[in-house]
């Protein structure tokens, strides 16, 4: 029985699990386990929203700086004594403005995508400096730690979330018309034009859905850390197209499974935990992961170039 690769990313992460469990002391122990699982969630929820866009054959680069403006939005709405679902739906529409802006200039100016979210990395990352200072904004109330730090029968409260958010995010890229829409114009966008989809509005949700992963990542740090400021998740920003990648989401878009960006955070939550145990500084784990993300895109390349040639050979 032939695997997916998805599903051999689901073994590589379970040998690279048990080899951690040997071979790093106190990776196995509860507290270590229940960190990881508090974690793991908020790169999830950002990778899932930067699959998606992937999947389009573009890119978000502003997508953790989105994340820490609807934060920061959020952030000043609770301190200024105003009630918790009204600053995370400030913080939503906050994210979905700047979500509006990448798929506006995508979809209908036509301009690059990693362009347009350069330029809005910064203009973000403008607004937050201006309204903040630079400083962070702290002091929520104690209803709101529950998002980031509660429990329901001993499951940590961010995992659940990021189980439901899985679920709905491969139910509206497997069963709904954007879903199927999405991998067409990821595919060959110029067919699906002809095919009669509206592709400008598949690329405006995508970048609608990229936003509210990011919003709803920043409920989670904002809550987990009782702070906002201007590079809340910036560490992020690469690990989200690198757990992309690694799960098999295709960089020329048209191809990519939910199941494989789960897989993917996995491995590199375990990945980065375990060196953390061992001692190993925050800089050498990002060049792995710089590594990690070229020697994936490299194998991708060689075995779509392989298959093309096999393909070729054949006809």
């Not at 409920?219 to 590079?231: E, G, H, L, P, Q």
Request: proline content about 3%.
């Amino acid at each position: 029985m032939k695997l997916s690769k998805e599903w051999m990313l689901g073994l590589i992460f379970l040998g690279l699990f048990i080899i951690m469990a040997v071979c790093v002391p106190g990776f196995i122990d509860p507290y270590n386990l229940t960190s990881m699982l508090y974690q793991l969630p908020e790169l999830g929820i950002l990778s899932l929203g930067m699959m998606v866009v992937i999947l389009t054959a573009g890119i978000d680069l502003s997508i953790t700086y989105l994340a820490a403006l609807s934060g920061v939005v959020m952030a000043y709405a609770l301190t200024a004594g105003l009630p918790v679902p009204v600053a995370m739906i400030a913080g939503i529409i906050a994210a979905l403005i700047g979500g509006l802006l990448n798929g506006f200039f995508v979809a209908f100016i036509g301009v690059s995508p990693i362009l347009v979210t350069l330029g809005t990395m910064t203009l973000f990352k403008g607004i937050i400096l201006l309204i903040t200072k630079g400083n962070s904004v702290s002091g929520f109330p104690d209803s709101y730690s529950f998002i980031g730090n509660g429990d329901i029968l001993g499951i940590p409260f961010p995992i659940i979330v990021f189980a439901v958010i899985a679920l709905l995010a491969w139910y509206l890229l497997n069963k709904t018309v954007w879903g199927r829409s999405v991998y067409m114009a990821g595919n060959n966008p110029i067919a699906t034009l002809f095919s009669g989809v509206n592709t400008k509005k598949v690329i405006m949700y995508v970048y609608l859905f990229s936003a509210l992963m990011a919003a709803i990542a920043a409920i989670i740090m904002t809550s987990r850390y009782n702070s906002a400021k201007v590079d809340l998740g910036s560490s992020y920003q690469l690990q989200s197209i690198a757990v992309a990648v690694l799960g098999g989401t295709s960089i020329s878009g048209g191809y990519g499974k939910v199941i494989g960006v789960i897989f993917g955070t996995a491995i590199f939550q375990v990945l980065s935990s375990g060196l953390n145990l061992l001692g190993v500084p925050g800089m050498v784990i990002n060049i792995l992961i710089g590594v990690v993300l070229i020697a994936v895109l490299l194998i991708n390349f060689f075995t779509a170039k392989y298959k093309h040639n096999q393909l070729k050979k054949a006809t």
